[in-house]
Nanobody, 116 residues
Framework: QVQLVESGGGLVQPGGSLRLSCAAS????????MGWYRQAPGKERELVAA???????NYADSVKGRFTISRDYAKSTLYLQMNSLKPEDTAVYYC??????????WGQGTQVTVSS
């Protein structure tokens, strides 16, 4: 059974930090490249960070230098450390495989709101 449970979102002021967590099925996190996605109101879901099985990482230009993706195989957990947050980072954040499609299973996501 697929498990993708995101947590750690909240309301933060511009310039602040948050750390998102994703509890994933062990089989998923151990054999797939993983990614963090976000969907802002009225916009398409976008991939913002990805990590390969060899822990190579890639980031969208909009978050490069501010966000860090990592995974803990022992805990079957994916993380997204978000620093220097901006209002435009406001979105619902989801984790999934790095090649997930709209039609694939998605968790509930976690809301991140950056506002003063």
């Amino acid at each position: 059974q697929v498990q993708l449970v995101e947590s750690g979102g909240g309301l933060v002021q511009p310039g602040g930090s948050l750390r998102l967590s994703c509890a994933a099925s062990r089989i998923i996190i151990n054999i797939y490249a993983m990614g963090w996605y976000r969907q802002a109101p009225g916009k398409e879901r976008e991939l913002v960070a990805a990590i390969s099985l060899s822990d190579n990482t890639n980031y969208a230009d909009s978050v490069k230098g501010r966000f860090t993706i990592s995974r803990d195989y022992a805990k079957s957990t994916l993380y997204l450390q978000m620093n220097s947050l901006k209002p435009e980072d406001t979105a619902v954040y989801y984790c999934n495989t790095a090649t997930a499609r709209k039609s694939d299973y998605w968790g509930q996501g976690t809301q991140v709101t950056v506002s003063s």
